[in-house]
């Protein structure tokens, strides 16, 4: 049974960093493109980066040169390093682990960032 194990959320203020974590089996890290949706409350859930095995990146255009996605062979674990954190990026974050046309096969149980003074 494939699990994607996510860790790193919680409540910061605007302005401030976090780091996501999501950790799985070797099998899965090693030919799946790796990444993270988020939905907000009463809205749809959205792509917020990917990144594949050899380490090609996407991001959407909302969190360009604020977020980073970054991934650890060794330790089979996708990273994301979130900056200047928005009341706007506040959602529960969902790791995902999919196939390189990004249809999605494994879901996270999810995590919830909140962002608020």
């Known amino acids: 049974q494939v699990q994607l194990v996510e860790s790193g959320g919680g409540l910061v203020q605007p302005g401030e960093s976090l780091r996501l974590s999501c950790a799985t089996s070797g099998s899965i890290f090693r030919i799946y493109i790796m990444g993270w949706y988020r939905q907000a409350p009463g809205k749809q859930r959205e792509l917020v980066a990917s990144?594949?095995?050899?380490?090609?990146?996407r991001y959407a255009d909302s969190v360009k040169g604020r977020f980073i996605i970054s991934r650890d062979n060794g330790k089979n674990t996708v990273y994301l390093q979130m900056s200047s954190l928005k009341p706007e990026d506040t959602a529960v974050y969902f790791c995902?682990?999919?196939?390189?046309?990004?249809?999605?096969?494994?879901w996270g149980q999810g995590t919830r960032v909140t962002v608020s003074t």
């Open positions: 990144i594949t095995p050899g380490r090609s990146t």
């Open positions: 995902f682990a999919g196939s390189a046309t990004m249809k999605v096969d494994y």
